[in-house]
């Protein structure tokens, strides 16, 4: 595997900010990770607000040496539920959406 090649992935690598939201680490843990070179990373700029990437695979390491593998996986499932859940919110407005152009249209059919 060529270097760079991980950094480019998709769904390999994460913000600093995403790591401490969906991993639960603070930013100490993250920036004392990076000094001791536990964590990669690559300093990046949207809008001239400064972020750091990370490798996923690097930060979920380091979250199952800190917490353990079950505090991973859980926090994995959680992140898997959330997901689940807004998919299923997505699919129930989409379906209401639909049956209100049904409703209408079948209207639009009876008045001819």
Same mark, same amino acid.
């Given at each position: 595997? +060529? +270097?760079d090649e991980e950094w480019t992935e998709q769904g390999a690598?994460? *913000?600093d900010k995403?790591?401490?939201?969906k991993y639960g680490l603070s930013r100490a843990e993250?920036?004392?990770a990076m000094r001791s070179g536990k964590l990669?990373?690559?300093?990046? *700029?949207m809008h001239g607000?400064?972020?750091f990437r990370l490798l996923r695979r690097e930060v979920e390491a380091l979250v199952a040496e800190k917490r353990g593998d079950a505090a991973l996986q859980a926090q994995k499932l959680t992140g898997e539920i959330a997901e689940i859940d807004r998919q299923l919110r997505s699919l129930k407005r989409q379906a209401a959406k639909l049956e209100r152009r049904r409703a209408e249209l079948t209207g639009m059919l009876k008045t001819r």
């Open positions: 595997m +060529y +270097y690598t994460l *913000s995403a790591a401490m939201q993250i920036h004392a990669q990373f690559r300093e990046q *700029s607000n400064p972020w």
